[in-house]
């Protein structure tokens, strides 16, 4: 670990606070912008609203993503259904239940980079029994609980799913 002196942090945490400021429009010849009264104080209160703002920005167009493919994406079967998520903390509670990473693609979901369902059993639709990677089209990971494969069954269900009802829900998102 490198050892900075006060003033090399303070030099530091001004620069990052400039920079910070400059990526929010700020005006950079206010001298209330460039000078402020308490430097680290007004450095970790910008970093907190960038962060606010990105994880509003993420939670939208993570909505955005399923508002037009929710109806149109769902299939269900006299046993198993397609479900997609509706906020973000649908993802986190997903992967606490089931015991995996999917809370981790919240961002990945927001940026179009995939898309994430979840396979439930028709008589306990609000339980996490299986949830299903989309890229690019097609199934990229299925898994239950602790990353298990799921049983024949589901794999049959998410296949159909993938052939018949994908493709149009992709098309019209």
């Given at each position: 670990?490198?050892?900075?002196?006060?003033?090399?942090?303070?030099?530091?945490?001004?620069?990052?606070?400039?920079?910070?400021?400059?990526?929010?429009?700020?005006?950079?010849?206010?001298?209330?912008?460039?000078?402020?009264?308490?430097?680290?104080?007004?450095?970790?209160?910008?970093?907190?609203?960038?962060?606010?703002?990105?994880?509003?920005?993420?939670?939208?167009?993570?909505?955005?993503?399923?508002?037009?493919?929710?109806?149109?994406?769902?299939?269900?079967?006299?046993?198993?259904?397609?479900?997609?998520?509706k906020q973000t903390d649908d993802l986190i509670a997903e992967g606490q239940a089931l015991?995996h990473c999917v809370g981790t693609y919240i961002e990945r979901v927001a940026?179009?980079?995939?898309?994430?369902?979840?396979?439930?059993?028709?008589?306990?639709?609000?339980?996490?029994?299986?949830?299903?990677?989309?890229?690019?089209?097609?199934?990229?990971?299925?898994?239950?609980?602790?990353?298990?494969?799921?049983?024949?069954?589901?794999?049959?269900?998410?296949?159909?799913?993938?052939?018949?009802?994908?493709?149009?829900?992709?098309?019209?998102?």
């Amino acid at each position: 670990f490198l050892y900075r002196s006060p003033m090399e942090e303070a030099i530091s945490t001004y620069s990052d606070y400039l920079q910070m400021c400059q990526e929010q429009n700020y005006d950079m010849k206010s001298s209330q912008v460039l000078f402020p009264k308490h430097c680290n104080e007004a450095h970790d209160e910008l970093s907190r609203y960038i962060k606010k703002c990105r994880d509003e920005q993420t939670k939208r167009a993570f909505r955005e993503v399923y508002e037009h493919l929710a109806e149109k994406a769902n299939l269900t079967s006299k046993k198993l259904q397609i479900v997609c998520p509706k906020q973000t903390d649908d993802l986190i509670a997903e992967g606490q239940a089931l015991h995996h990473c999917v809370g981790t693609y919240i961002e990945r979901v927001a940026a179009k980079k995939c898309l994430i369902v979840f396979v439930r059993r028709v008589e306990e639709p609000k339980k996490p029994y299986v949830t299903v990677e989309v890229r690019n089209g097609k199934i990229e990971q299925i898994h239950g609980d602790h990353n298990s494969d799921p049983t024949e069954e589901v794999k049959k269900f998410v296949d159909l799913w993938s052939r018949k009802v994908l493709p149009m829900a992709l098309q019209a998102a």
